[in-house]
């Protein structure tokens, strides 16, 4: 299965503003790979990692209690940003997509289709005729078998005043 479950209000208002409120006093990295298109990311925050007893409680009550974590990223994405079409690199097996904010709704697609040997990036049209959207709302989560099961976003469309939040925690099986 690609998705296990989706948690709302997995962090409050109050949480999510002081997450928020943060990154306006970070440094992030503006990436420029075809993967995220513009976005901006940041690695391993602890404003972020505070979170983490909480959501991975949710996980392994999910998955089993069989992964270790591995990092979270906190990404803005903004006019023009994309999640290009992949799996998750090896050693983020479990992966959670927890939105801070969302401006416009822009969903995660995940195929029904496990990657096999035929996976490559260049050869979706396969993975794309069956998949599941997940638009998330700010405090939600969902998690996924992101190692196994290929996903993305399309192209944001919002506008310059507009952006969507999201940190994404990451867990290899063990």
């Known amino acids: ?64 209690d069989n992964i270790k974590f591995e990092n979270s990223f906190t990404r803005i994405y903004k006019e023009g940003s994309v999640l290009g079409f992949h799996i998750d690199r090896p050693g983020l097996d479990i992966t959670v997509s927890l939105c801070l904010k969302r401006d416009v709704a822009w969903p995660l697609i995940v195929s029904l289709k496990q990657a096999d040997e035929q996976y490559s990036e260049h050869n979706q049209e396969s993975y794309r005729l069956f998949t599941s959207n997940y638009d998330l709302l700010p405090g939600s989560m969902v998690i996924a078998e992101g190692r196994k099961f290929p996903h993305w976003r399309e192209q944001f469309n919002g506008n310059n005043n507009q952006s969507n939040i999201y940190v994404f925690f990451h867990w290899n099986r063990v």
């Open 1 to 64: 299965m690609s998705i296990k479950n989706v948690f709302e209000d997995v962090i409050n208002q109050e949480e999510i503003k002081d997450i928020l409120d943060s990154l306006t006093m970070e440094k992030g990295n503006v990436e420029t790979s075809h993967y995220y298109n513009g976005s901006i990311g940041f690695y391993n925050l602890p404003i972020t990692n505070q979170h983490l007893d909480k959501i991975e409680k949710l996980v392994k009550s999910s998955v089993g």
